[in-house]
């Protein structure tokens, strides 16, 4: 286990495994992708109540789902990077939080869509709605603090615990609907009780949330690869990855 993560500290390792991850994972979840939009457009069948409206759902919740999840992953490597100093944690998190940011901007945008021929605006200061905006603030200014300070250790470290702090809106997202009032509909999903989605809908759900997540790994880890690129570009082993790509 303790090699596994000494592993992880390595960016020439790194490098390599997310390359041969990539190989596989990205054309697998391009080809899910287009498998599922094919799907939810032309099989699963229309709401009997918001007719073809209600399809974004299969854009809109899962780009919500990653985005929250996201946010624990740009979390999780700060606290790491916190109390271990490992680079890769810090890489980790300064590439995860442009990505978390596209696709909480990305469910905003498909829920006002939706929130239009639904509740007939396209926005209301909603709890769920508005504790989501505060989610996008919150990777926006993680990328921000990143872009202010010089000392890239100092900006590491200021990352780390906004995006530590910034945890507890999550949970606030997730029970808004039960503890306030609200416009936005009650989870579909529920793992304590029987979901209140037929199965032809549902499922399809599952599966562009499982899409969704890979995705989300594929962009990270590009991204990664990116950044240690750019970092370690005075490194040997990046001279001879770029001698070897010639």
């Known amino acids: ?22 190989r596989w994972l ?4 391009i080809v899910a992708l287009l498998a599922g ?8 069948p229309p709401d009997f109540r918001q007719g073809n409206s209600y399809r974004i759902m299969y854009i809109h919740v899962p780009t919500a789902v990653v985005s929250m ?22 890489v980790a998190m300064k ?20 929130g ?24 926006l200014g993680v990328i921000a603090l990143y872009e202010a300070f010089d000392n890239k ?12 702090v910034g945890m507890v809106n999550i949970p606030i997202i997730y029970k808004s609907v039960d503890w306030w009032y609200s416009l936005h509909q009650p989870a579909s999903i ?24 890979a995705l989300y790994t594929c962009l990270l880890l590009l991204n990664m690869r990116a950044e240690l690129l750019d970092r370690e570009r005075s490194k040997g082993w990046v001279r001879a990855l770029l001698k070897g790509s010639r």
């Open 1 to 22: 286990m303790w090699s596994f993560f000494h592993k992880l500290g390595s960016p020439p390792w790194l490098y390599g495994i997310s390359g041969s991850i990539l």
């Open 116 to 139: 239009k021929p639904t509740w007939g605006t396209w926005w209301v200061w909603d709890a769920r709605i508005t504790s989501v905006l505060v989610l996008l603030f919150l990777y």
């Open 153 to 164: 250790e100092a900006a590491s470290r200021a990352c780390a615990v906004l995006s530590l």
């Open 69 to 90: 999840a996201g946010y624990y992953v740009m979390a999780i490597a700060g606290a790491i990077h916190l109390i271990w100093k490992m680079k890769m944690a810090d």
């Open 26 to 29: 990205l054309p697998a979840s």
């Open 37 to 44: 939009l094919a799907w939810v457009l032309l099989v699963v």
């Open 95 to 114: 590439c995860a939080a442009p990505i978390g940011a596209a696709l909480t901007f990305l469910a905003l945008v498909t829920g006002a869509i939706w």
């Open 190 to 213: 529920k793992f304590t009780s029987e979901s209140t989605m037929d199965a032809s809908m549902l499922y399809p759900l599952l599966y562009m949330i499982i899409v969704f997540y």
